[in-house]
C-alpha cells in the first residue's frame, strides 16, 4: 500500500476547498437544501434498477 505525503500547501488549499463547501451551503437560501431522497428512490429516477 503506497501512501502520498502531502504539501502544507496542499494541504492548506484541501482545509480551504472544504471550508468553502461548507459556507456555501450554510449560506444557501434554497428551502430544499435539507430535503433528503432515499436511495432506491435516486436510483429509479435515474433509470437504474436497486438492488433490495
Do not use: H, R
Request: glycine share 2%.
Amino acid at each position: 500500500m503506497s501512501t502520498k505525503e502531502l504539501s502544507v500547501t496542499e494541504l492548506l488549499d484541501d482545509d480551504i476547498f472544504c471550508q468553502k463547501l461548507y459556507d456555501d451551503y450554510l449560506n444557501n437560501t434554497d428551502p430544499d437544501k435539507d430535503e433528503t431522497v432515499s436511495l432506491n428512490k435516486l436510483a429509479a429516477e435515474l433509470g437504474i434498477e436497486a438492488a433490495d
